[in-house]
């Protein structure tokens, strides 16, 4: 596997990248680490609250965990193409949930949050990989609105 970014399109080196899922890992070892997550984004707005007044956490909890590892795959300079990225966007598109793209910043900014929270080696530059780690895939998600 390559270990410059700007060999593909992937925005880190692949240690970088490391640096991020071991973080994930970190915080998905935390029975608490998704409902602090989803407490952190509905606390956001009520905007944001309002989305989810029907939701069922334990199934979304399966899905937000397996979403997480499609998005940092993304990071890597795959799935722009995938199924899975496909189906994410368009569960959320205008024609389905009606997630506008400006609160995907939100959704990041109570992620980070959340990682804050739960991940003990978390610092400011875990952070900003995580953020970089996650461009890809939001910003996918926004094109497709
Ligand atoms: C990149 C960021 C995001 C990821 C990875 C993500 C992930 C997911 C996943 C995996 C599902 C379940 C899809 C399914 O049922 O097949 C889902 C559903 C949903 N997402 Fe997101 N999401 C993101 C951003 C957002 C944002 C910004 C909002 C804004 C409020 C949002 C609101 C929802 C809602 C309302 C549902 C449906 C919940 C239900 O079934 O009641 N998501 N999301």
């Known amino acids: 596997m390559s270990t410059n970014p700007s060999e593909?399109?992937?925005?880190l080196s692949y240690?970088?990248?490391?640096?991020?899922?071991?973080?994930?890992?970190?915080?998905?070892?935390n029975p608490?680490?998704?409902?602090r997550f989803y407490?952190?984004?509905?606390?956001?707005?009520?905007?944001?609250?309002?989305?989810?007044?029907?939701?069922?956490f334990a199934f979304q909890k399966i899905m937000l965990k397996s979403s997480l590892h499609?998005?940092?795959?993304?990071?890597?300079?795959g799935m722009q193409n995938s199924d899975a990225m496909d189906k994410l966007?368009?569960?959320?598109?205008?024609?389905h949930?009606?997630?506008k793209p400006e609160w995907y910043y939100d959704w990041l900014d109570a992620l980070m949050k959340t990682?804050?929270?739960?991940?003990?080696?978390?610092?400011?530059?875990?952070?900003?990989?995580?953020?970089?780690?996650?461009?890809?895939g939001i910003a996918y998600m926004q094109s497709k609105y």
């Open 97 to 99: 949930r009606n997630i």
């Open 39 to 56: 407490k952190n984004f509905t606390s956001m707005s009520a905007q944001i609250a309002e989305q989810f007044k029907n939701t069922n």
């Open 15 to 29: 240690d970088d990248l490391e640096i991020v899922k071991a973080s994930l890992r970190r915080c998905l070892a």
């Open 32 to 35: 608490e680490f998704l409902d």
């Open 70 to 77: 499609i998005m940092v795959t993304m990071a890597s300079g």
């Open 8 to 11: 593909t399109n992937n925005p």
């Open 115 to 136: 990682i804050r929270e739960i991940d003990p080696q978390y610092n400011a530059s875990i952070d900003q990989l995580w953020r970089t780690a996650m461009q890809p």
């Open 89 to 95: 966007a368009t569960v959320h598109n205008r024609d």
